[in-house]
DNA sequence: ATGACTAAGCCACTTAGA
């Protein structure tokens, strides 16, 4: 099974783009993430005419997450339990949850497309409301790999973090300074890996970014940041054969200002024919 | 000068992204 991720940026400005992509890369499951749409106005017919179904999630032009798959989707789930909603600068359970996560398996893997809160600036509601979004997630995450230790899991999308200074090459986001590189994120993050949850992408491709912004050709200057990741349970990680960050896809003719991430799984386990036969 | 990209909607300005 092939794997990918991507923060599109709006699926109607570069529906035929994403399509071509995940059928010229043999992609068997899309994750997307900023589908910027509502699911009434999310382009199935595109994606159908590829082969593939789509489970999406959107209430509006902001945030909105979807799945893209060759195989049907199952259980599907639009928030993991205890994800605090956002509206009017108030975080926390009572408020209105936002399209920031959709939940679904597909060969036995339980895969999440997520928009991590962007977190706007240092001190602001948001940014509280991303680490508490994030801790809710580490608790979701926590209390599967306890119930199913063994279960194929995996969280893909836009964590909106960059876990080490290596992961910034943005002069304008600086430490102290900006959300992204703050320590609390990072703990954050880390804490999803101390939950039970590893990236499978960096031991596999070590350097590179997967965002770049629009402004000041960050681009070009390759001054981008690594925020987008695929975080997997153990089984999910045993099972990586291979991993690609599409920095290609930044660009050309409107790209988004990420690039999907992809990763190559054999699930079909341990081959019984390398076992001694015993009798 | 801290600005100068992009997308979507109450569409010619505002909000949000990171």
Redesign the pocket.
Known sequence: MRLATW?V??V???VDRIVEFAVRESVDVLAMQ?I??TVA?FPFDAFAEAGYHVEAHGFS??NGVAIASREPLTEVETSFPGMPGFANNVSGPDSPLEARALGATVGGVRVWSLYV??G?ALGDP?YFYKLDWLGALEQHVRQTLTETPDQALALVG?F?IAPTNADNGDPAVVEGFA??VSAPEREAYAALEAAGLSDVVRPLVPTGYT?W????LRFPKNEG?R?DFILGSHSFADAVTGAAIHRNERKGE?PSD?VPVVVDLDLTGPDDDDRPMIF
């Not at 912004?213 to 000041?216: A, G, T, V």
Request: net charge positive; glycine share 0%; hydrophobic share 15%.
């Open positions: 923060n940026n709006s109607r400005a570069r900023e910027k749409c106005q032009q902001w809160p962007n706007r948001h836009d909106n959300t992204h965002y912004d629009y402004k000041r940041m925020i409107a990420h």
